[in-house]
């Protein structure tokens, strides 16, 4: 059966934020296929049309924020709106990993390991380390953050997992320090035998230490960052189902064990008419929850965790985008996920 869906033709201008109310970093966190990356892309526009120059950046190896701003986003930082300053890049860690920390050069922007060992001791499984691509992807975003030419940067994280063990690298890289340390303390003029005998011979073993905790302490300072509500805002991104509200539970635990404050929870795909959720008039197609028993149920179903939820996020300030009938793509639908999350 087709069933004919009248398509939203345009949003009135005065129902979309001019500007947001937001510190100058906004991260968006959460289960992958959640919608971080229609938040991210609908807060960077809200954000860049009161003249904020606003980066909005893709951390998660699977991209999609091209297709969701239906534009072609490079890896580099680049102007992707004429009437607006918005800027979009989406990190390539593979290609980040080539200049990063644990990648496979050899220089002092490569990987700090090669200075101790030689670069094929480095790696020797020929592949990057563990954690290399959180590593790769936030050396890049530090460097996008302290960029002067952005005002504001909105962040798509990479799910739950890789954006925790972003947090975790600093304790990594410290105990890795203090191991090369101890290392290089038992085996004395040894290490330098060592890298000669690896096609090194004029690694210098206290480079690739130095290396090591340069990046430590960046990281350290990208967490005292995320540690600031005046700098920024963690938005955790969840759907009213059981087993989203329990994931968005844990990663609010660890965080608060970071001590990364989440200021908004914004809760997406909830089945209500859009014009309930926000000022957008009555031009969208809405659940029918008489006449539709399918409807009713998962209505039924996303009430239960949206009576959990509220419970378990009392004290943030949540926020509820409903679900469209059609996907959201470009900026007629983004206007309206920014009215919902923004206003």
């Given amino acids: 059966m087709e069933l004919?869906?009248?398509?939203?033709?345009?949003?009135?201008?005065?129902?979309?934020?001019?500007?947001i109310d937001a510190p100058d970093y906004v991260l968006y966190g959460g289960k992958g296929g959640v919608g971080k990356t229609t938040m991210a892309a609908a807060t960077a526009l809200a954000s860049a049309r009161?003249?904020?120059?606003?980066?909005?950046?893709?951390?998660?190896?699977?991209?999609?924020?091209?297709?969701?701003?239906?534009?072609?986003?490079?890896?580099d930082p680049a102007r992707i709106r004429e009437d607006i300053p918005l800027f979009a890049a989406e990190i390539d860690p593979e290609e980040a990993l080539e200049d990063g920390p644990f990648g496979?050069?050899?220089?002092?922007?490569?990987?700090?390991?090669?200075g101790l060992l030689g670069e094929d001791a480095a790696n020797p499984l020929g592949s990057s380390m563990p954690g290399s691509d959180e590593a790769a992807a936030i050396r890049l975003l530090l460097e996008y953050m302290d960029d002067p030419r952005f005002?504001?940067?909105?962040?798509?994280?990479?799910?739950?997992?890789?954006?925790?063990?972003?947090?975790?690298?600093?304790?990594?890289?410290?105990?890795?320090?203090?191991?090369?340390?101890?290392?290089?303390?038992?085996?004395?003029?040894?290490?330098?035998?060592?890298a000669g005998m690896f096609g090194d011979e004029n690694a210098d073993p206290e480079e690739g230490i130095d290396s090591l905790r340069e990046f430590s302490d960046r990281i350290e300072q990208f967490r005292a960052v995320l540690r600031d509500p005046s700098q920024t805002d963690f938005r955790v991104v969840m759907v009213p189902e059981e087993l989203s509200v329990r994931e968005s539970e844990r990663l609010l635990d660890r965080l608060e064990g970071f001590g990364v404050p989440v200021g908004t929870v914004v809760v997406n795909r909830v089945m209500q008419d859009p014009g309930e959720v926000a000022d957008v008039g009555d031009s969208f197609v809405a659940p029918n929850h008489t006449d539709c028993e399918?409807?009713?149920?998962?209505w039924q179903v996303q009430r239960t965790a949206l009576e959990r939820s509220q419970?378990?996020?009392?004290?943030?300030?949540?926020?509820?985008?409903?679900?469209?009938?059609?996907?959201?793509?470009?900026?007629?639908?983004?206007?309206?996920?920014?009215a919902c999350i923004e206003d």
């Avoid at 949003?11 to 001019?18: K, L, N």
């Avoid at 496979?104 to 090669?114: E, F, K, M, V, Y």
């Avoid at 105990?175 to 038992?186: H, I, P, Q």
């Fill in 4 to 19: 004919e869906v009248e398509t939203v033709e345009d949003i009135d201008d005065e129902v979309v934020p001019d500007g």
């Fill in 104 to 114: 496979g050069g050899g220089d002092a922007g490569g990987n700090p390991l090669a």
């Fill in 50 to 75: 009161d003249d904020t120059a606003t980066l909005v950046v893709s951390t998660d190896p699977a991209h999609s924020l091209s297709d969701t701003l239906e534009t072609d986003i490079p890896s």
């Fill in 151 to 194: 005002d504001r940067v909105v962040v798509d994280t990479a799910p739950t997992g890789h954006t925790l063990r972003l947090l975790e690298l600093p304790e990594m890289l410290d105990t890795m320090v203090g191991k090369l340390l101890t290392m290089r303390e038992r085996l004395g003029g040894m290490m330098d035998g060592l």
């Fill in 294 to 298: 399918f409807c009713e149920r998962r």
């Fill in 311 to 338: 419970e378990i996020f009392r004290g943030h300030d949540v926020r509820r985008v409903p679900l469209f009938a059609e996907e959201v793509q470009g900026e007629r639908l983004l206007r309206v996920v920014a």
